[in-house]
């Protein structure tokens, strides 16, 4: 979780888009590791609950790291993490990693169907004008104010050898 919460903002989008989409099987594996999280069964993850189970598993956290780990995970501000979001940190690669599943979800984040992602799209997505343009800034690799497929992918593929 940890490695995820570095990924930029549009990759862990990404990979929230194809956390909802799961097949039952795939999504077995992700739900059962989240239940251990939610020890309330109320369907999130508080701080609280990260904190004890990181403690349960033998894994030492200050409250700052808690909280760091909970805001890396949480991609819609909310102070708590969801089934997705939880599912899009820890999902295998080999759910993710296939030239089709990277358009797909290209196509999805295209809010508009325009062939690129805007900040009108991110902000759609989103629903906060900063977070999405913080998003486009730190994605926009060549430096258009857009993001296209090829930047889209040079975003997804940045610490994955087995994308492209």
């Known amino acids: 979780m940890r490695r995820y ?14 956390a909802k989409s799961l097949t039952p099987d795939q999504e077995a594996y992700t739900r059962e590791s989240f239940d251990c ?50 599912a899009a940190a820890v999902m295998p690669r080999l759910y993710y990693l296939n030239d089709r599943q990277i358009y797909d979800v290209f196509l999805v984040l295209d809010v508009d169907h325009d062939g690129r992602i805007t900040l009108s799209d991110l902000q759609r997505l989103v629903g906060d004008d900063v ?27 940045a610490d994955e050898p087995h994308i492209l």
Do not use: C
Not at 5 to 18: E, N, S, Y
Not at 54 to 79: P, Q
């Open 5 to 18: 919460t570095q990924f930029p903002w549009l990759k862990r989008l990404a990979l929230a888009v194809v």
């Open 37 to 86: 999280f939610d020890q309330t069964e109320d369907g999130v993850m508080t701080a609280a609950h990260l904190r004890a189970s990181l403690r349960t598993r033998g894994i030492g956290a200050t409250d700052g790291e808690v909280a760091a780990l909970l805001r890396g995970l949480d991609l819609n501000r909310d102070n708590v993490v969801t089934y997705t979001e939880f």
């Open 131 to 157: 977070f999405a343009a913080t998003v486009l800034a730190e994605s926009d690799v060549d430096g258009d104010g857009l993001i296209d497929l090829a930047d889209f992918v040079a975003v997804l593929a």
